[in-house]
């Protein structure tokens, strides 16, 4: 039985938007995904047709590449009872920029009904984080992890979803961790997606404020909502050999006590 | 002279500045305080979230009704005594100033020479918009001598510098550094460096020219369209100075500075003061509406600029810019700002209202990497005082970019452009997502190496990603990806069934509530 069997809302079918990089650089975020929602009692399904929300696309300017992907993802999450996603800079470009996307696509013909299915389905997509603590009403989902660890509040999770102490909430609620708190914790670290090839000196510049913050916690593990922000702040956590990792939220709250340290 | 048609594109400009610690030091500590200061100041107000709200309204609803409010403006200001006077550009703007000043000033300097004015001397109150036009050096070249009032346009002004901050121009000099300035442009040798000694300083160099000087130049916070009346808001008192002591008060302002009525003042004077400078009111708040016999200048102009901004509003998804209201606040909250200064976007306007009003205001053709000097963090729009969603201008800008650029041969084959719509592409099928992924790790595992502790990093990576590995390391693709441990993975369902059958490949029906198994051999 799950030690957490969820009263709340019954049983969920989830369908899980695992989002483009994290399926292909980050697959350990998703199979911790799918171990939390299990181990609460959820029901985890992955639609096959799904590839990216098309945040990289529409950032950066080319909106008319990102316009099929609206509807694709409509296609393939339009049934589902929730949509959880463990990226909160993908969450906001579906939360923000989908509806005026998906009245563009519709005013070009062809998708008839689309800005509406987009309406209904808004409701149901959340960040993983959120969905634990706001949909499913949670701060202890039975993890245990004996770390020293740091959070980093991504800019997307910060301002645009408005996560506010959820994520930490979880975090405190885990056993045998150590939580530091991460100084200058609301400022950027400076991925913003194509911005760190596109300004690479000043996203470095920003990155290396981040690492210093990093570094002064004296935390072990840096984690965060956002593999992105994590890949940017990990890679030079690396390159200067500080010994400290980045793992996404799902990974902590994932861990039992048992696990391989 | 930051000029954004001759200013070399952002990330060659910001990679410069990221260098200068001094400059770099300077801002930081200075934004820093301000930060402080309004975050204090904004958490007394449990009403701050209306304030914004109220702001917001008021803007649009005054942008939104623009002619008709500046045709209102222009009636009442006239009708009290103003001349109001109509610039679509830069260069008409100068001119009419020029002219007003230049017949302002031969009257004060009494006969001129040969047919050409007295060499003649201006005061200024400081002012974004003469900066925009350049209006100094047009001035100068009519013999005009322009005095800056505010004491960090007169830092500018001294040390032959450019205001990198629009409520804060010479917010990248620190102490010192406007000491020997002062030092030098006052021959003052002995000048220390405590702030009463340089306050001192600037009061008695000033003072002078208020005292002697019989024409001002200013600029506006607001337009009053119900009164006519002009608003200026300042710390100092010296703007106060030059609003009243010269017999000819000359004020240019753009159109987007029109307020329907006199008590849309009670929000903004709230928000304003507390948003650029964490105070909780203007030291000097000052409103004058024409002319009064005997008192104040007896001769009042308003040029009302044009230059770009009817553009910007034709433009529905970025007209919300037109709303600003100059406090700097997003410039303060910027972490791009923060490591590049001002210099660095071009233009009078740097930071975030820069990066979306630069582009707008020149055609996009000038300032094409304004709308990317941005990691779209958010922080702008979390203290913009009007609540100008900053982020989503700035992805609205960047696709009129990419249009334009879509629009020429070598925009379409620019290596940026090909990559992306090779992505989409891939994006747009699951076979063909599937497909990269596969070929993605071929290449990953060519150029990772073993971090010693037994993982495959990758150090260096060509063309344009190298911008990536300049200061980080990337991590190879693992063996696996997600999809691809799911579907070799046992199902269950919360009640032990294997529900590990088939999907439907690559056909997004939305009904897919089975996770389908392998759907190609990989
Ligand atoms: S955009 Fe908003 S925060 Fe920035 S200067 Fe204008 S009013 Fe202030």
Redesign the pocket.
Known sequence: MPRHALRLGGILQVALFITCYNDTLFPECGKSVVRVLERLGHTVEFPAGQTCCGQMHANTGYRDEALPLVARFVEQFAHAEAVVIPSSSCVTTIREQYPSMATELEERGGHAGLSRAVHDLLPRVFEFSEFLTKRLGLADVGAYYPHRVTYHASCHGLRALGLGDGPVDLLRAVGGIELVTLPNVERCCGFGGTFAVKNAAVSGAMLAEKVRDVQNTGAEICCACDNSCLMHIGGALHRQSTGIRTVHLAEILAAEEGDPV | MLDPRTARPFPIVAAEAVRDTQMRGNVRHATEVIQNKRARVVAERGDWQALREAGKRLREHAIRNMDAYLLEFERNCTRAGGTVHWARDAAEAQAIVVKLASEAVGASAGTPTAGRPAPGEVIKIKSMTTEEIHLNGALEAAGIRPYETDLAELIIQLGQDQPSH?VVPALHKNRQQIREIFRREMQLPELGETPQELAEAARQFLREKFLRVETAISGANFLIAETGGVCVVESEGNGRMCLTLPKTLITIAGIDKVVARFRDLEVLVQTLPR?ATGERMNPYNSIWTGVRPGDGPQNFHVVLLDNGRTDVLADEPARQTLH???????QNACPVYRETGGHAYGSVYAG??GAILTPQLLGMQHAQSLPYASSLCGA?YE????K?N?PEVLIHLRSRVVKEQAASISGRLHPEALAMRAAASVFRSERRFRAAQRAGRMAMKTMARDDGAGQPWIRSLPGYLGGWTSVRDLKAMPKQTFREWWEQRPHRTADGQDRNKPGVPDHPTGTTKQPPASVESA
Do not use: Y
């Open positions: 629009i948003s600003c209201i100059r406090c700097g606040a997003c975030p209202i702008c203290v913009c005082p009007v100008i900053i």
